[in-house]
């Protein structure tokens, strides 16, 4: 098994771009989220989903959009990127929900200029 | 509202030396799982331990032990004989029983020097 995977590793975007950062798992997990890591800041939830078709939002959701097709892919979309969105960004995984073991990928550094 | 404090920003130890990392938690609920993870300086999230709020035992696993108290609202984590290798961010993090969320710490950086 991959695990959770992400791509891209490292991303440099200017102000007002959009890009999608994508995360697949193998594992059949029904529950995946994003976070951000900022320094001082720990990590803080975005976007998280039950399962295909369910989404919700977590503490940090503005300037995000998520969607979840099928149980693999979370796709995390950054729709006018801004500086303030400089950050590593995490997706993870569990098998039914935030009180299981999530499984982190390896992470996303995105630049904004 | 779920909360999780590690008051400890960083901490810096000389190889061997025992630490402590402390985490002291706010839940509403009854039901509720802590969570223990590694930051090396790679990158990557390492999990460590889960504890659900119905186990109180204290679990060692090699030089790692944690102790999770309800009366305190704390779950500490201490390194024994600590090595270099261990030098790296260490987040608690506390979800409740029905919410779908997960609260971390901001983490405490522990630095052990040869």
């Known amino acids: 098994n991959a695990g959770v995977t992400q791509t891209p590793k490292f991303q440099v975007l200017k102000t007002g771009q959009s890009m999608t950062l994508q995360c697949a798992q193998d594992?059949?997990?029904?529950?995946m989220s994003w976070y951000r890591q900022d320094p001082g800041m720990g990590l803080r939830l975005i976007h998280y989903s039950v399962g295909a078709g369910i989404t919700d939002q977590g503490e940090v959701p503005n300037g995000y959009n998520v969607s979840r097709s099928t149980t693999e892919d979370f796709p995390l979309r950054l729709l006018s990127a801004a500086p303030s969105q400089t950050s590593v960004y995490f997706c993870?995984?569990?098998?039914?929900?935030?009180?299981?073991?999530?499984?982190f990928g390896p992470g996303t550094r995105l630049t904004v200029l | 509202a779920q909360k999780v404090t590690q008051a400890q920003t960083e901490i810096s130890v000389v190889e061997k030396e025992d630490v402590t990392l402390d985490c002291v938690y706010e839940?509403?609920?009854?039901?509720?799982?802590l969570f223990w993870y590694k930051q090396p300086p790679s990158g990557e999230l390492v999990f460590l331990i889960r504890?659900?709020?119905?186990?109180?035992q204290n679990e060692i696993s090699g030089r790692y032990s944690w102790n999770f108290q309800k009366s305190t609202s704390s779950f500490n984590f201490t390194i024994t004989a600590s090595q270099v290798v261990d030098s790296a961010v260490y987040f608690c993090a506390l979800s409740e029983a029905g919410y779908s969320t997960l609260t971390f710490g901001k983490g405490t950086m522990l630095l052990v020097s040869p």
């Open positions: 839940t509403r609920d009854t039901t509720y799982y």
């Open positions: 594992m059949n997990h029904e529950y």
């Open positions: 993870a995984s569990s098998h039914t929900g935030v009180e299981d073991t999530q499984y």
């Open positions: 504890r659900n709020s119905f186990d109180e």
